[in-house]
């Protein structure tokens, strides 16, 4: 147990690393521009005087690092300095957006895991049947599609056509479940049909590749039932594989929310981005970004201790 | 019951029974489970859903003729190997490069084929379509056939740069890496995982709200956003080669790297390197149109996919399908491009799954 311990602390490790790196590149990304940050924000047409208090107010008067240390001092207790353009702190600004973008991708993977697992393994046991390749074809199609070709075509079929849901995602205070759910109806579909077809061909393959292993093939000579082959031999064998699937499919839907959430309008911390982006909002870009860098590097990190904790093998490698 | 839906089944029943006798399971099972399905669909849905599942039948059908048709053309033009090679491929994978085929006339004789200029302002906006402007007008006046023609060239052509540049960086570097080991070999592989470590969109989205979206800062960001992917792949398959014994024959004659690199690992490792290239290049695409689409790539008044989907997708909400367009012409191509790499990567890995 000791042994194991050691091995996830490891990972644990390499993982706060790699995000340390991280800050530091998205940190000094911005340190690149050429010229002055205050003067590049403000524009050509600012007076000295308001880029020196701009100046003063980003803290562009101490070096470089002094400032990334305080940077990240304040980024882990929930501090991310102050937006340039609107002069509020930048955790006002994207605060709540954070909240509703985990409720939107936490909607979308309760849907889309189950069933697409569930959905993965019957393709696999149905493998090269006429089944399979039509699902082959269909989750192909649903991933080569941009996220925002399968947004409008949920709005215009299910919103505008059969007005069944709203298409333009609008929150407020004070909703109950139920209305917040049927109102992020069609964003969180939008998710759900991209993931899961990832996650179904990415459990098909992993199912595939260990029905074929040679100790299946034993149990079915020595006479198992076939449910029992699965249940029994298969699954313990695959939880890891499954793990893995869910934990990379959930990293890959925090990046599809950006576009998602743009397409529905959806108060959430992509376009918040996406808004600092086009008005060029640095603390906020900073921000979210390393918001989201964190979080896709913290799932990635729970694939792999899922994967430690599920396979005994990966505990002595060799 | 309307002489259409009586023929509608009738057909369909004819067409499973024809399939049962003469043998074709899967075509048997395919027809049979449609029948069952529209008994469902005619319940709920009525004719329409009958008649829109016709149309969609119809659509298949001719796609797969049309596939099939360019499979022989290509068998027959091409050299005999490669004939040889090509009548291995599924309809899917024709019918992918059928497309791709399409796409790259298009691209290349854009301004022959389409009827007006990319920025030409025409007519009034959103103007219907008629028989000059097949499509309709945009949210300025300008022809939008005309732009989806002009769009073919910009965007895949950007997205072809792009991921030649990824590719030519990550390949040069996992093949170094391989061939020298020992700290480059650390150093690239600690880089690489960094790199991806960062979700490629908002690493594309910090770079460029940085550098500002011009055309060369999406390339190169692009490109360094991916490379390391392709790192990744080349320094695993350059590795299984490298341990080689004919490798290490060519060692010893005192060959050096770059001749190791050009003349023994390449050579043995281009079928992968091609499939990858072709996944590679939908994630370009892909990126770069999710880009555009937020304001943040290719600028006006360049004709650019997707950004011609944002900047008319108010029209949705009229029931009007023309912003689909843009975006369909986006999957339609990442779509083709995976079925030509699925083939490829199931004819080079030679595994045939069980």
């Known amino acids: ?88 702190p930048v955790m006002d600004v994207i605060g709540t957006r954070f909240v509703n973008t985990l409720f939107l991708a936490a909607y979308a993977a309760v849907i889309a895991v189950p069933v697409a697992i569930i959905l993965g393994i019957i393709v696999a046991l149905l493998r090269n049947t006429i089944f399979d390749r039509v699902a082959n074809v269909l989750t192909l199609t649903s991933i080569s599609s941009p996220e925002f070709f399968l947004g409008y075509i949920l709005i215009l079929f299910l919103a505008v056509k059969a007005n069944m849901f709203p298409a333009i995602a609008n929150l407020s205070s004070g909703m109950d479940l139920g209305e917040l759910l049927y109102r992020t109806f069609l964003p969180a579909l939008t998710l759900v049909l991209v993931v899961t077809a990832h996650m179904m061909r990415m459990t098909r393959a992993a199912i595939i590749a260990l029905l074929s292993s040679p100790y299946i093939e034993m149990a079915r000579l020595k006479g198992v039932p076939p449910w029992k082959v699965i249940v029994r031999h298969a699954l313990p064998n695959a939880w890891a594989p499954i793990i893995n699937v869910v934990a990379l499919n959930l990293a890959y839907l925090i990046t599809g929310v950006v576009l998602v959430e743009v397409v529905f309008v959806y108060p959430g911390i992509g376009q918040a981005l996406v808004d600092a982006v086009s008005k060029r909002d640095f603390p906020v870009v900073q921000a979210c970004s390393l918001i989201f860098a964190a979080t896709f590097i913290l799932l990635n990190l729970a694939a792999d201790v899922g994967a430690i904790l599920t396979n005994p093998r990966l505990r002595h490698p060799k | 019951m309307s002489v259409f839906v009586i023929g509608y089944y009738a057909a369909l029943i004819c067409a499973s029974c024809l399939a049962a006798y003469f043998n074709y399971r899967k075509v048997f099972m395919m027809v049979f489970s449609l029948t069952l399905i529209s008994f469902v669909l005619g319940i709920i849905g009525g004719v329409p859903a009958l008649r829109n599942v016709t149309i969609a039948a119809g659509m298949l059908a001719l796609a797969a003729g049309v596939s099939y048709a360019f499979r022989e053309f290509l068998i027959q033009i091409a050299k005999p190997d490669l004939a040889k090679e090509l009548r291995t491929a599924p309809l ?214 997707g950004s011609m989907v944002r900047e008319n997708a108010t029209l949705i909400s009229f029931g009007d399908i023309t912003p689909l367009i843009p975006a369909a012409a986006i999957a339609l191509l990442t779509v083709s491009v995976n079925f030509v790499v699925d083939w490829m990567l199931f004819r080079s890995s030679g595994l045939k799954e069980q």
């Open chain 1, 1 to 88: 147990m000791g042994d194991l311990l050691r091995l996830v602390l490891k990972r644990l490790g390499y993982g706060l690393l790699t995000l340390l790196v991280v800050s530091i590149l998205i940190f000094f990304a911005v340190e690149m521009l050429p010229g002055d940050v205050a003067e590049q924000i403000l524009g050509q047409g600012a007076t000295p005087e308001t880029v020196a208090r701009l100046r003063e107010q980003l803290g562009l008067n101490q070096p470089a690092v002094v400032r990334y240390l305080q940077w990240l001092g304040g980024a882990v207790q929930g501090d991310f300095g102050i937006s340039a353009t609107s002069g509020d």
């Open chain 2, 92 to 305: 899917t994978a024709s019918f992918g490069m059928f497309v791709v085929f399409t796409y790259a006339i298009a691209g290349i004789f854009a301004p022959w084929i389409a009827p007006y200029g990319e920025a030409e302002v025409i007519t009034s906006a959103f103007a219907p379509a008629d028989r000059d402007m097949l499509l309709g007008a945009d949210q300025l006046g300008r022809d939008v056939f005309s732009r989806l023609i002009y769009g073919a060239r910009n965007t895949v052509g950007i997205a072809l740069v792009a991921t030649i540049l990824a590719f030519i960086m990550g390949a040069l570097a996992g093949l170094l890496a391989a061939v020298k080991g020992g700290w480059f070999d650390q150093v690239m592989g600690r880089f690489a995982d960094v790199i991806m470590s960062i979700p490629s969109l908002i690493f594309a989205l910090l770079m460029l709200s940085i550098l500002g979206p011009k055309i060369w800062v999406i390339v190169i960001v692009v490109a360094i956003i991916y490379a390391p992917r392709v790192f990744r792949l080349t320094r695993a398959v350059a590795g299984n080669i490298v341990v080689m014994d004919y490798i290490e024959a060519a060692k010893l004659r005192g060959e050096g790297d770059w001749y190791l690199i050009r003349r023994e690992i390449l050579p043995n490792s281009t079928a992968p390197l091609i499939a990858e290239f072709g996944l590679e290049f939908c994630f370009v695409f892909l990126l770069i149109a999710g880009l555009s689409f937020l304001g943040l790539g290719i600028q006006p008044p360049t004709a650019d996919w």
